[in-house]
């Protein structure tokens, strides 16, 4: 050996940096959990304060949906009521053609001359009057005899 005696030293290195950097980070991250939670809270005051829209709007659906149930009953019904009337309208034309037969039927009796038929005379009603009163009839006669005594 030479003599000289080596000293290892090591280097130096910076605790104090990492230390820093740690302790920063630990306190951005507790910060971010503290806006994180009051963010929260007044998401949560929203959501509260904005009920009142959400049950007007779910109510409002209802009454729609319920609305539209009415409607298709209502075209159901009237599209009922068109068949029934068509039905009806077919029956009113039947009658229509046999009144109008009927029409012509009393036309050709009118021109028929009916003063040449013979007159016929009907009797007129006369009211009877009633007979006087009726004599009560005389009771019968016996027509046998008894054996009693008396």
Not at 36 to 42: I, N, P, V
Request: net charge negative; hydrophobic share 35%.
């Amino acid at each position: 050996m030479n003599g000289r005696t080596s000293k290892t030293t090591e280097p130096k290195r910076p605790y104090h940096i990492g230390v820093t950097i740690g302790i920063s980070a630990g306190m951005y991250a507790a910060s971010l959990a503290v806006v994180s939670g009051l963010q929260f809270e007044a998401d949560r005051d929203t959501i509260a304060d904005r009920q009142p829209v959400v049950d007007a709007i779910a109510m409002l659906s209802a009454h729609h949906e319920d609305l539209a149930d009415r409607l298709e009953a209502a075209r159901t019904s009237y599209t009922d009521a068109t068949g029934e009337f068509g039905s009806v309208a077919e029956e009113l034309k039947a009658v229509h053609e046999g009144l109008t037969a009927l029409a012509r039927d009393v036309a050709a009796l009118d021109r028929y001359q009916l003063a040449q038929l013979p007159s016929v005379t009907v009797p007129r009603f006369r009211p009877q009057t009633a007979p006087g009163p009726v004599a009560k009839p005389p009771p019968p006669q016996p027509h046998t005899q008894t054996g009693a005594s008396g």
